[in-house]
């Protein structure tokens, strides 16, 4: 039995240490930015660590309006794979579907005509620059026989990235009914759009573009980016954007998915619903300046801090049968830090509400740390092996979960081990069935005892009565 025991604490060790290792999660910290944003619905996201770093109704579904188009970019892409030649050199048109449900509704476009023929670069181009609609069915009927078809495959590209509560009924947004998404969704999509196609990153930053010529437009088209973001001279000119797409719809409200970069660090913001005209009815792009007083706060207030250092000693766990030890020390298995906001401290001028800005931005200290440790460890141990899990949250949402790993090695001592195992068989099942089995062996062997007694006692009384 002992070595039975020792074989099963043995294999127990050996599992821990092979899956020892630390899990870190991105964690939605929303800091308090002190901006007023006019856009109810708001996700931004450090694209160079993922740190969630605002989220405002982000998981809210949502009609997205031309934001719909950088899906059907998206389809159109993984359709070529990249093969940027056929993209520059195949041609596409648009018949009677293409266009039909389009007359009269007074949609974006570029001008593309009933059957103009138009190489797949264009109309990408076309489709994400000026947010043409007819862009986006002619890619759609080329691409898969018809539009129902084309939105089949959007749906099913949106179900392979995860976005789970999105759902696409055209290829361009312009009818909002069963077409919706969220800002986590739609993160999701640009993400991959900018990690896998290099080409796609590359148009959304164009503020403009001349089409090819083409039997309806000889002289080619000259379309313009409607975010304006990218647009020198605009006074909504962000000079760090680099992207990514406008969406505007009576349903939606203004949105907008851009990216700016600098100094190295790159951010992402997608948001949704922002009003279109202001108090007085004059027409104000608030979805550009949520995203540039944003980025501006980001670019200026967020820095890397560290919150757990791996050389650090966190705790101590005890350990049965430890040769001359008892406990052994913890520390994280590597070092964690996050995007936090810089500290400022309030100057002379300073208005009331920046003052109240600056004395609530957030602490580093306010990140919880929750210590879990193993039950009943035994040695040996070896130096590395995982023996718990610290959980960093904050505001309720987990930030990372990282190992607590032994920092030394505690060897086993036999004697301990035997001893303890001695004192702790009295109370064990073993001991307790052992000692019922006795004593069922005795209350069998008396209970046999005496019927044979008593049975030997009856052949003794006939036998004096038989002898008389």
């Not at 896998?196 to 088209?221: C, Q, R, W």
């Not at 400022?344 to 210590?371: F, L, M, T």
Request: aromatic share 8%; charged share 20%.
């Amino acid at each position: 039995m002992f070595k039975r025991i020792s074989a099963f604490v043995m294999c127990a060790v050996i599992t821990v240490t092979v899956l020892a290792g630390s899990i870190v999660n991105a964690g939605a910290m929303n800091f308090n930015t002190g901006i007023d944003l006019r856009s109810p619905a708001v996700y931004m996201v450090n694209l160079d660590t993922g740190d969630v770093v605002v989220s405002i109704n982000a998981s809210e579904k949502r009609v997205p309006a031309s934001l719909t188009k950088i899906m059907t970019c998206v389809v159109v892409l993984d359709q070529f794979k990249n093969d940027l030649d056929s993209l520059k050199t195949v041609k596409a048109s648009g018949g009677v579907e293409a266009f039909e449900e389009l007359w009269g509704t007074g949609c974006s476009t570029a001008d593309i005509q009933m059957d103009e023929e138009v190489t797949y670069y264009d109309l990408l181009h076309a489709l994400m620059l000026p947010s043409a609609c007819e862009a986006a069915n002619i890619l759609a009927v080329n691409v898969s026989g018809s539009i129902e078809g084309f939105v089949k495959r959007m749906n099913a590209k949106a179900s392979e990235l995860g976005m789970v509560n999105t759902h696409f009924s055209n290829a361009h947004g312009l009818f909002p009914e069963d077409n919706y998404t969220t800002c986590e969704d739609m993160a999701i999509l640009c993400r991959y759009a900018l990690d896998t196609y290099p080409l796609f990153a590359e148009i959304v930053s164009k503020p403009n573009y001349e089409m090819a010529p083409t039997t309806e437009h000889p002289d080619g088209t000259t379309i313009v980016n409607t975010n304006k973001m990218l647009q020198v001279g605009s006074e909504y000119h962000y000079g760090y954007a680099m992207g990514i797409k406008t969406g505007t719809l009576i349903e939606a409200g203004r949105c907008l998915a851009s990216y700016a970069e600098k100094d190295g660090v790159t951010y992402m913001i997608i948001s949704m619903g922002a009003p279109s005209e202001d108090s007085e009815g004059n027409s104000v792009m608030y979805n550009c300046l949520d995203h540039i007083a944003l980025y501006d706060w980001a670019f200026s207030s967020l820095d890397f801090q560290q919150v757990i250092n791996s050389e650090s000693e966190i705790t101590d766990i005890e350990v049965d049968y430890g040769e001359g030890k008892t406990t052994v020390n913890l520390r994280p298995s590597q070092s964690y830090e996050c995007l936090w906001p810089v500290a400022k401290s309030v100057k002379e001028g300073d208005s009331e509400e920046v003052i109240k800005y600056k004395e609530s931005i957030e602490k580093i200290s306010d990140i919880k740390k929750k210590i879990s440790l193993f039950e009943n460890v035994i040695a040996p141990v070896k130096e590395g092996d995982k023996l718990g899990t610290v959980e960093l949250t904050y505001g309720g949402q987990t930030l990372a979960t990282i190992d607590l790993i032994a920092t030394a090695s505690v060897d086993r001592s036999i004697i301990k081990e035997k001893t303890e195992v001695a004192k702790s068989f009295p109370q064990s099942t073993s001991f307790k069935i052992v000692i019922a089995v006795i004593v069922g062996v005795v209350v069998l062997y008396v209970v046999v005892f005496i019927a044979i007694l008593k049975k030997t006692q009856k052949k003794r009384r006939r036998k004096k009565k038989s002898s008389r």
